[in-house]
């Protein structure tokens, strides 16, 4: 069963930006992205701490920024200046609030070429 639904992948040229989402209806706190690349392990991309500071990997610093909308319970993943190793699939990922199970999404392609 799938708990948290992302949206806003596809197809964008190099330089060009992308802003993906996610939420649940279900009683989780979405914690953050990951993704996996070809070839890859999923990695972490940034996530927010438990104090709701802000994380991300060295690749995407000052290219992406992560937010939250706590009222509607989603998440958001801005990516600009996108590069071809951005090419990934994306997962949002979370915890339960009263079951502490982490909880992931189906994943949604992002593919940055020419």
């Known amino acids: 069963q799938v708990q948290l639904v992302e949206s806003g992948g596809g197809l964008v040229q190099p330089g060009g930006s992308l802003r993906l989402s996610c939420s649940t209806p279900y009683n989780i706190e979405i914690m953050g992205w990951y993704r996996q690349r070809p070839y890859y392990q999923r990695e972490r991309v940034a996530t927010?701490?438990?104090?709701?500071?802000?994380d991300y990997v060295d690749s995407v610093k000052g290219r992406f920024t992560i937010s939250r909308d706590n009222t509607e319970n989603s998440i958001f993943l801005q990516m600009n200046n996108l590069k071809p190793e951005d090419t990934a699939v994306y997962y949002c990922?979370?915890?339960?609030?009263?079951?502490?199970?982490?909880?992931w999404g189906q994943g949604i392609q992002v593919t940055v070429s020419s």
């Open positions: 990922n979370g915890i339960g609030r009263n079951t502490n199970k982490i909880a």
């Open positions: 927010f701490t438990k104090s709701g500071a802000t």
